[in-house]
Nanobody, 124 residues
Framework: QVQLVESGGGLVQAGGSLRLSCAVSGRTFSSNLMGWFRQDPGKEREFVAG????????YYGDSVKGRFTISRDNTKNTVYLQMNSLKPEDTAVYYC?????????????????WGQGTQVTVSS
């Protein structure tokens, strides 16, 4: 069983920055994929960024490449999402998730465990 708790969301002006944190507890594996997703009301859940817990290989959605950075601290069992140059279209609830299987995927349905989300609002 894995538990995920997101934090760090808030209100920020366009062009600003936020750092989200995802505290992970419970069983994890070296092959785990840790992912950040976001969802705005009426929209599909969108893959934002992912990282392999072991090795730290990263993946990014096209809409955030060059602006967001995902990282992890193995000692603290925490995954981070540094968000820079924020745009109003980044406004969403951001979720941390884990996929216990080997292959990378951007499909939210393939992630078994989810946090409750943290709201990010970017004003124009």
């Amino acid at each position: 069983q894995v538990q995920l708790v997101e934090s760090g969301g808030g209100l920020v002006q366009a062009g600003g920055s936020l750092r989200l944190s995802c505290a992970v507890s419970g069983r994890t594996f070296s092959s785990n994929l840790m992912g950040w997703f976001r969802q705005d009301p009426g929209k599909e859940r969108e893959f934002v960024a992912g990282i392999r817990w072991s090795g730290g290989r990263t993946y990014y959605g096209d809409s955030v490449k060059g602006r967001f950075t995902i990282s992890r601290d193995n000692t603290k069992n925490t995954v981070y999402l540094q968000m820079n140059s924020l745009k109003p279209e980044d406004t969403a609830v951001y979720y941390c998730a884990v996929n216990i299987h080997y292959s990378f995927t951007v499909d939210a349905r393939e992630y078994e465990f989810w946090g409750q989300g943290t709201q990010v609002t970017v004003s124009s």
